[in-house]
């Protein structure tokens, strides 16, 4: 298989987080659950100038690195298709101004991203990410707002074996303060670092406590935390942000080794991370964090406070339950036609139309064979009902009514109904 091609069309019967049904579900939920925070969707484009890369998730990251599908197009220009969804968000609200509009924009995606990893169980070339944006509030409360968004969608979608951590990573003033202190640690045991951590001391050594390799985790003891280096501004922002996930009740874990891997974040940064073990060891299922430099580092004007997310759809799906998608009511119409056929064949199609129109899933099969068929064919689909219609009903206005469920009283299992009771009975109860 093309491990580049989206996986998610499979059919009905392949592992089941391939299912497209899941996917909309999951979509549908997370821009149901986002738009109660008020956030709306928006639809960046797949490909972007490959500088918008660089310069916005940072040349020294894995991603920029060794990860992005990069190409010149024919008039000779850079591109790159998306890894990530922050920066394009980012460079369509400076294009559209978005912030002159509303002095606080709250933007959603959900979509496809790209990057050359060596695909593995939740960890593929092509996925797709939610991801939540918010642009032009600094306060502690907005990154306590988005965690919020991001646990309560975990649980709208029935995933609860999750582990939220946060930490700050202060703003780049402060980092300064630590990236030295840093190189100050490491450059004496630089020959013990992994190759990679050796070209990157200089240039992102915050990337070495990423590393999993045992040497730089070995030559990691008594380095220097991060937390001393914060200065007393973002230790108030960050106890702050604290301060506000207990009052609103998201567990978390503060971990002073959590920096991830993207270069603009500032301040505070989290890490959802399943707990229940489904998803081995690509366990993590989203995160985000501030990135208050992004804007100004991208070409604005002033710069722009931001905070965002993103969550991979492949593994979320791996972690939700299965019966978390609610399965909408299904019928057959069936045509029992002994004499009369065009006319009961129509009469069925035209049912079968109001059905829809109604609003039901409604299944004909309209290679009309026997009634015993049409029976069968309606089993299988595994309908709640199926509507039979034969000469007598539709010159009477009525059909039968047939109730596929077990636990049905034998009598009501099957009833005479007319054409608009019938109907009716198998609309949902809250319409
Ligand atoms: P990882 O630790 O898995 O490499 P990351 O730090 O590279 O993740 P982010 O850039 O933060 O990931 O992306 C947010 C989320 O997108 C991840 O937590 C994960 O759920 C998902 N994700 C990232 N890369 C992939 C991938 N190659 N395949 C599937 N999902 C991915
Ligand atoms: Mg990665």
Redesign the pocket.
């Known amino acids: 298989m093309n491990d580049l091609l989206p996986r998610v069309s499979a059919p009905a019967g392949a592992e089941s987080w391939l299912h497209v049904e899941r996917w909309r579900h999951l979509e549908q939920t997370f821009f149901s659950h986002a738009s109660r925070y008020g956030f709306s969707e928006v639809r960046p484009p797949l490909c972007e100038y490959t500088d918008l890369f660089s310069r916005g998730v940072g040349d020294t990251t ?2 920029v690195e060794k ?1 992005m599908y990069t190409f010149e197009d024919r008039g000779g220009r850079h591109l790159s298709l998306r ?2 969804g922050t920066a394009s968000a980012v460079r369509a609200a400076l294009e559209h101004n978005a912030l002159a509009r509303e002095p606080v924009v709250r933007w959603a995606y959900a979509g496809p ?1 790209f ?1 050359a ?1 060596r ?1 593995a169980k ?4 092509q ?3 939610v ?1 939540a944006e918010l642009y032009g509030d600094a306060s502690p409360a907005a990154d306590a707002e988005m965690i919020a968004l991001a646990a309560g969608f975990l649980s709208a979608l029935g995933v609860n074996a999750f582990r939220v951590r946060v930490n700050s990573l202060g703003t780049r003033a402060s980092r300064k303060v630590y990236r030295d202190a840093l190189i100050a640690h490491f450059t004496p045991q630089l020959d013990a670092l992994s190759p990679e951590s050796q070209s990157r001391l200089q240039r992102n050594p915050l990337r070495i406590l990423d590393s999993k390799d045992p040497r730089d985790i070995a030559a990691k003891a008594g380095a220097p935390s991060l937390t001393d280096s914060l200065s007393a501004e973002d230790q108030a922002h960050f106890a702050a942000v604290c301060a506000m996930l207990d009052a609103l009740g998201v567990p978390y874990t503060v971990d002073p080794s959590l920096v ?3 270069d603009y974040y500032t301040r505070t940064v989290f ?2 991370v399943d707990v229940s073990g489904a998803l081995g060891a ?1 366990d ?5 964090g501030r990135y208050d430099d992004l804007f100004a580092d991208l070409g604005a004007a002033q710069p722009v406070p931001a905070v965002g ?8 799906l791996l972690a939700a339950p299965e019966a978390s998608v609610p399965r909408a009511t299904r019928v057959a119409v069936v045509a029992a036609a002994r004499a009369d056929e065009q006319a009961v064949l129509g009469a069925a199609l035209a049912l079968a139309r109001d059905l829809r129109g109604a609003g039901v899933e409604t299944h004909v099969d309209t290679r009309f064979g026997s009634m015993k068929s049409q029976m069968r064919r309606a089993n299988d689909l595994k309908v709640d009902y199926v509507f039979v219609l034969g000469g007598n009903e539709v010159a009477a206005g009525t059909v039968s009514l047939k109730t596929m469920a077990d636990d049905v009283a034998p009598e009501a299992k099957q009833v005479t109904l007319t054409r608009a009771e019938a109907i009716a009975r198998v609309l949902p109860a809250s319409r």
């Open positions: 894995d991603i990860e890894p990530e991203m990057r990893e695909p939740g960890r593929y070339r996925f797709h990410q991801g991830r891997g993207l890490e959802i690509q993590a299922l989203g995160g985000g997310f993103a969550m991979g759809i492949e593994r979320l």
